[in-house]
């Protein structure tokens, strides 16, 4: 580190998720001296998003010496823009949704500090790529499972951001055409994430449920209660029902996987989020579906591995990266 | 150039296609000197293909003043392997359908010089880069429909290899899943070459043909000859059939597009090959189910071009470029 990070000796990194936004303070070894959230979607207002979150920050702000302390501030948040650092149309994000927000400027108009932002999902490849599974690696794909599904794409070692910035929205390719496709957040049909987030899981449980009559101890919950990790719960006790749930969503994983294969050939699709927590689960049927799907000249070559960091430090660290470099 | 360069002036340079190899000698300012072609397909084994073609390039290497004035030879073609030099599980190749075949290798042993290869389709996307539409651009994506569909993919300027060298084969996403999906030349179904390469098209138009009873001048013709230039004859004359045709084709290609925008938001979509052609007969089309199809925020931004160069040109001064860097 240079002269100047010795003096500021800390970066802010902010994993703005479709539920929680989690701020940590972080040195420039990648330690995480400091956190905090709030909720993401309980504000209408951008204003009053941004007013939360310094809120939340100032005390642990104070905690590592104050302001003056602190280099930059990176962000990883949903339809982030890398270079102008806005928010755009952002589907989970009630304050973002219909338009172009400002985020980066309002947050460093607030605190006195540069700022840079991506992706949430291309912070989680950055937070791999220096402190996880992909070290080392210089063409892989993180898919990242949770309200939405996000993806970050490093090819030749670096970021896919595209001519806008807007690249590796993999959770948008479109899985089932026509019709039948589920209404996805984006507004489309038939997009991966409508199957395959948190969200899509749960409403896959609701489908199986009310479509057949089979046993399952998802049935003593009320359908509309049921979440991601419910169904993970029931599958981990045996229950065939909330197996075939994950089955499900794994084979269509490893469909998507088969044609960004034929898109970027990664080392490495390495999964992220709180659903890769039901392990075997859902990696099998992925693993199956992709090399069954996928095209000749690459089966058996990527591999396929779960995140070794604890999901949001792993985000935060990487949002936090990027700050490193502003 | 440098001074070894000057001493020996000229690359070949080979647009290896499912139909047609084509040879061109070129020097450093891209101007082709000599060109001759063989069929690609008329040799069971690869030595057969390789003799065939160096029996061709002797005159006009002699033309040139002999094999002294030449530094290297670049390959444009289906599924080489610009890592190895190999051309592996070609589909469309008779001689290299089942197997690696080390065709680098046997060239460079044949002629005495070194040889590198590429993908023909980012053989392509080189040319447009150097010479043609790309001028300028660092994100965009080019797409061959010729004998197949393929891609040549350039992110931040340069090339996307991927891992293992096979990056970009776009022709092989999967369009329709499932029972129903037609059987490709690479052993899976439902790819977008089934329906969207020049023996797609074709297909589509004996499939409409043979449902339907609407009239077509393409009836005058026996099913089984009919070609996308056919297709293609027939809309520029009017027939609603073959206007459907090419409606159905750039609708399925502006979907795959919408896609690959998700992936890497090129700043243009580059077509290039034959079918390119009929024009707006099926540049609209795709345009409009892209934007019908694409997220909100690319919807309107990447260009949609049409290759400037000659066809059989582009291919090999693309695949010449790569002889420049041996």
Redo the contacts between chains.
Sequence with gaps: MNEQSGIKPYVIGLDLGGTNSVFGIVDARGDIKATTAIKTGGYDKVEDYVKASVDALQPIIEQVGGIEKIKAMGIGAP?ANYYSGTI??APNLPWAHDGIVPLGKMFSDALGIPVAMTNDANAAAIGEMVYGVARGM??FIVITLGTGVGSG?V??G?L???????????G??????GAEGRSCG???TGCLEAYCSATGVARTARELLSKTDRPSILREMNPEDITSLDVSIAAGKGDELAKEIYEFTGKMLG?AC???A??????AFIFFGGMVKAGDLIMEPIKKAYNE?V????QN??QFLVSGLDGASAAVLGASAIGWEV
């Design positions: 339809n755009e149309f210089k063409n794409i090819v030749n670096q896919l951001y595209g001519h806008d910035g807007f690249a590796g929205e993999l948008h390719v479109t899985m089932v055409r984006c507004g489309r469909e088969a044609d960004f034929a898109f970027s050939s990664p080392e799907h095209l000749k000249i690459f070559k990527a």
